[in-house]
Every structure is written in C-alpha cells, then in structure tokens.
C-alpha cells in the first residue's frame, strides 16, 4: 500500500477508536480476533478454488451489537515459470457492524456485514527483472451470518459465512467459511 | 441522576449516530480513491505485457484499440478457446476469464501466468492484422478483418500416451492458433513476438497458397506443421485430407500408367513438398523477423535450436533441382518422416538467411532504414508468394519448379534488393 492509502487507514482508525471511546460504557467490551478464511476464488486453471485469507479483526461490543475494523490479506499466489512469472496478493480492510443475539444452548448466532475496499498487487519477473504495481482500491461489502462460543473467561471462537460482493471479484458474490479465535475483554 | 440522563442520550442518539458516520467515513474514503482510475481514451486499453523492443524483452505498457471485455477477452482481433474439442467440424472451446487489475492510471495488469499470455497474444494479433492493413495483405484475402482464433492449453496427446507440450501452430484444418503448454525455462512462445508472427504467415500462406491450389498441393505434410497427427492426437478429425488421400489425389495428377510412373508422380510430389514446406517455413521466419525486429526469436523460446537463426548461414549455395530431386526420391523410399521435417527446416532457413542478409546489405549500403526495409520486403514476398502459386498451378505434371524461383520473383518485385539466387552447380 502506499503512504496515502496507510496515512487514510491509520486516521480512519484513530477515528474509529475515538468515537468509541468517548460514548464507551462499563457494560462495552473490545474485541480482538484473528480468524482463517477460506474464500472460493476462480483461479488461473478456471475453476473456483478455495484460497486461504488471514484477518485480523478488533471490534467494540455493546449490549447486543458489535462495530469494528478487520484486515484482511491473501496468501501471495505464484504462478508462471522460470522466465515468466507473476506473484499476486490481496488486501485490505472492512468496517464491519454485527448483531448478535443472546447466548443460545448452541452458541450465540449473528450477523454481520461489512464495507471496505481492497488492494490488489503484482510482481511480474520477467527474465530476471521483476517490477512491482499496485491496483486502485476496489469497493467491496459482505453480509454473513455466524456463531460464537465462549470456550473460557475471555476467549471465544467462532464460525462464520460470508457472501462478499465487489469490483473485480470472480465469482461474483464470492463466498467464504472462516473460523475465528479471539480475546474479549473489558477496557476499563 | 446527572449520568443517567448522559447515559440515556448516549445510547439513544449518539451511538446510531456515530454508528452511521463510522460506516460513512470508509465509504468516502474509498469512493474517493476507487475514482482516481482516468480513462484517457475510453475505446482504448492500456495493458502491462512482456514486449520486445531494443533487442531485448521486457514489461511494457501496450495500448490495445479492439478489445470489447477485459474479462473473457473478446474483441475484434482474436478469438480463444480454452482446452479445445470440435463440434460439427468447428473448434468449440470454453471462452477463458483472465485476472488482471487495474492501476490509478487506468493501466491493466495481469494478476497471471495465463492472463499475461493471453493479453500478449491478444496485442501481438492486433498488431499483426494492422500490418497486413499496412502492408495491403488485407486486399488479397477474403473476410478481411479476420477474427483469428487462438486455442490455448492444447492437450495433445502423443503416442506414447504423454501430454504434449512446447509447441505452437497454425492449422488450416481449423484456420486456427494452438499453443501447447509451455514447459521449458525460456520465453513462452506465446508471448514471442517473432513466433506469433511466424505462425500468421502460415496463415497468410495457406490462405494465398495452399488453399487456393486445392488438391493439387502436395502431401499434407507439405501442409504448414505436420498437425494432422497432432489433430489426431488431441481428438479432432481431420477434416481436410489425409495423407493417404493426398498420396492418391496426387498419382492421379501425373499421366501415370504404370508403377514406374506412379513412383516419379510420387517422388514430383514430395519434390514440391520440400520446396512449398520449406518456403513456408523460411518465409515465415522472415515474417516472424519483419513484424518483431527479432532475427533470432526462435531461440529465445527453443535454445536448442541453434540455426534457427535468420543469419545463420548453412551453406553458399542452393540446393539445385537435380540434387532436390534425388533428396525427394531418397525421402520417398524412407519411412522416416524426420529426416523430411530436418531437411525442410534447413531449407527453409536458406530462404530466410538470404532475404534477411539482403535487407542488411540494403541498409548498409544505401542507409535505408531497417523497418522501412522489413515491410518492403514483405509487400514482395506476398506479392512473389501469389505469383509463385499461380507458376504452381500452371506447371506441367512433369515439371519441378526451381527451388530458387521464388527468391527470384522477391528479387523481381522488388529490384533494390541484391538476393543471392545462386545455386549449386
């Protein structure tokens, strides 16, 4: 990314973080997860693939509703041959918003969405020479529904679908499986 | 009391309301950036793509003018199919998606292996119909612009039951591109700008040649690449003749009455086979060197072949048409087919050698500029080419043209050239 993209990042979080701290209340938590995604992509063979995505995620919970930020990356995908290849990534960060219902015997069900934009960058080698780009920054949105468990005092898993829309997305809507590990705890 | 009534207007008012403007906030942010994309010409297309320039290649940004989706990659100038098969006698294939991305400047990149050869491929067919446009090749061609169809990922199977692979060509059974997959460490042939022209001026050819001479064009194996067992080994009829078709059409081409006639018919026929092969394949290197600059492109992709090279010189002399002859009868009492496509090969090469060391001489001598020499000589080599089909056509059944004959139609359309027409005595 490059330094306008992160300066907008880092201001968009600090504004994030303010707001939330200046309404916070003793009954709001933070949130602080990693999950593995599996989003089924086409690939450079034509078939939708599962590709392998890491997010990390913080997230500001009160009574039934969760608000956060979550970044998310793609494993970098090589492809090509000795005098001829591309290396591709992907990233970028989603604002998301949650609701979640009460604690059901079989976890504690929501739904989530999501609004944000991605990155996309490429390294072309080309007998020997290798040149790096970046794309613009693509819209993207999803909605998803999960589950989550509290599996101690802080620590909480959870699973979780979701339909994502967007520029330059093949297969559009693309879905995605994730499973999440995270620490709740309370700020003050 | 105080707080409670801070509280209440927290939770009523401020939190939707920050709510809204957290989700807001990233919106602009992203909206604003998603809008720094400038199309500078909306009917054309900017792609990043491996290209040669200053004898070497590299990354470069090519403008593409016919391209309708960036996706599937239609346009005007080709048409792919992946993994082809046939239906009704035409190559059907899946239309490929292709990955690329796009840069604030409105530039395409493709995100892979396959998105990149394509892309070139896509370039490189565009700018070739230009120059035939350019060269007035156009005129003498039915259907003209032509969406050329190109079939990648070709799965050819050989007979030892392995998947072919390194390989590109042109086969008039389909008026279609195949590339095989790439396995060596050099440049993909789809991306070599000389190959990629090498193989459209077996289009050219067939189109002005052999198409036009029907049955009286000799052997299938004098026919562009021997595809007809490559055909046959991805599983698509031959829909033209086959060899043995083409052994009969042509015996009953000769006055032939007896074996001994038969033998001379077959050993006339597999005469011009060498000459129209090799033709074909030298010419083509030209072309492959008058579109791309590149007088050694061949190698770039197939280091092994080391007198691919257009100012390779294999000998000071031509083969005359007595020693071709006796190559030909040689050849017809052989099963060996790859002594054919060898010899065919280094004939062609000749042709090529000469007419690229007579464009080097031009420009030494006269200080004419390489480019305007390249397409000269390639208005008269399709001009010659036409000719030379006509003298074909119009030969007695017991005539074999001169090997050298079509150096001397070049050398006759285009008289500021010095082309070496020796041949051996």
Not at chain 1, 38 to 55: F, H, K, N
Not at chain 1, 72 to 98: C, D, I, K, Y
Not at chain 2, 171 to 197: K, Q
Not at chain 2, 252 to 273: E, F, I, N, W
Request: hydrophobic share 40%.
């Amino acid at each position: 990314m490059n330094f306008l993209k992160v300066s907008s990042l880092f201001l968009l979080c600090s504004i994030f973080f303010s707001l939330q701290l200046v309404v916070s209340t003793a009954d709001a938590e933070v949130l602080i997860s990693g999950a593995a995604e599996e989003r089924l992509e086409q690939g450079m063979d034509q078939s939708v693939a599962p590709q392998i995505y890491m997010d990390i995620s913080c997230e500001y919970h009160w009574q039934s509703f969760l608000s956060g930020l979550e970044y998310f990356q793609s494993p970098a995908e090589t492809t090509g041959q000795a005098s001829l290849s591309l290396s591709r990534l992907r990233q970028g960060v989603w604002v998301t918003g949650a609701w979640q219902a009460g604690e059901w015997f079989i976890g504690a069900p929501y739904l989530r969405m999501g609004l944000g934009g991605y990155e996309e960058s490429v390294t072309t080698t080309l007998l020997g020479l290798s040149s790096s780009a970046s794309s613009r920054v693509y819209m993207t949105g999803f909605g998803g529904f999960g589950l989550r468990f509290n599996i101690a005092k802080s620590l909480f898993t959870a699973v979780e679908g979701r339909m994502i829309f967007g520029e330059n997305l093949n297969p559009l809507p693309s879905m995605s499986f994730m499973a999440r590990l995270g620490w709740e705890f309370n700020v003050f | 009391m105080k707080q409670g009534f801070h509280h209440l207007i927290l939770q009523s008012l401020i939190k939707p309301i920050f709510t809204i403007l957290i989700f807001l906030l990233p919106l602009a942010l992203f909206v604003g950036c998603s809008a720094e994309t400038h199309d500078k010409n909306p009917d054309t297309v900017q792609v990043q793509i491996p290209w040669y320039s200053n004898g070497t290649y590299s990354l470069q940004n090519v403008t593409l003018k016919t391209i309708k989706n960036m996706v599937t990659l239609q346009g005007e100038a080709a048409r792919f199919l992946m993994e082809p098969g046939t239906a009704n006698g035409q190559l059907i294939g899946t239309q490929p998606k292709i990955r690329t991305m796009r840069t604030n400047d409105g530039t395409y990149i493709p995100e892979d292996y396959l998105s990149s050869q394509l892309l070139t491929l896509y370039a490189h067919f565009e700018k070739l119909a230009d120059l035939d446009k350019e060269l007035g090749v156009d005129k003498n061609i039915a259907h003209w612009p032509r969406q050329q169809t190109v079939a990648v990922d070709v799965q050819e199977k050989e007979s030892t039951g392995q998947v072919g692979s390194d390989n590109a060509m042109y086969t008039g059974e389909y008026d279609a591109y195949l590339f095989l997959p790439y396995t060596l460490s050099d440049l993909p042939f789809s991306v070599n700008a000389g190959v990629i022209a090498h193989e459209h001026f077996h289009s050219l050819f067939f189109q002005t040649f052999i198409k036009p001479s029907g049955s009286v064009y000799p052997f299938s194996e004098a026919n562009i690449h021997p595809v007809t067992k490559i055909l046959q080994a991805m599983g698509l009829p031959v829909l033209l003749r086959t060899e043995s078709q083409n052994s009969l059409t042509s015996v009953t081409l000769a006055p032939a009455k007896d074996a001994g006639a038969t033998a001379t018919a077959l050993v006339r026929d597999q005469y011009h086979a060498y000459v129209l092969r090799a033709l074909n394949e030298g010419l083509a290197d030209v072309w492959g060197w008058i579109y791309s600059g590149d007088d050694n492109f061949v190698q770039r992709s197939a280091a092994e072949y080391t007198t691919r090279n257009l100012n390779y010189v294999w000998t000071d002399f031509f083969l005359s048409t007595n020693q071709l002859q006796k190559l030909a009868a040689k050849t017809q009492r052989s099963s060996n087919s790859m002594n054919f496509d060898a010899s065919v090969y280094q004939i062609g090469t000749i042709y090529a050698n000469r007419l690229w060391q007579a464009v080097q001489n031009q420009v030494t001598t006269h200080g004419v500029s390489e480019n305007t020499a390249r397409k000269k000589l390639a208005q008269g080599i399709f001009r010659a080419v036409g000719k030379f089909q006509k003298e074909f056509i119009a030969s007695k059944s017991t005539e074999y043209l001169n090997p050298v004959r079509p150096l001397q139609l070049i050398q006759d359309e285009l008289p500021e050239l010095k082309i070496n027409t020796n041949v051996t005595q």
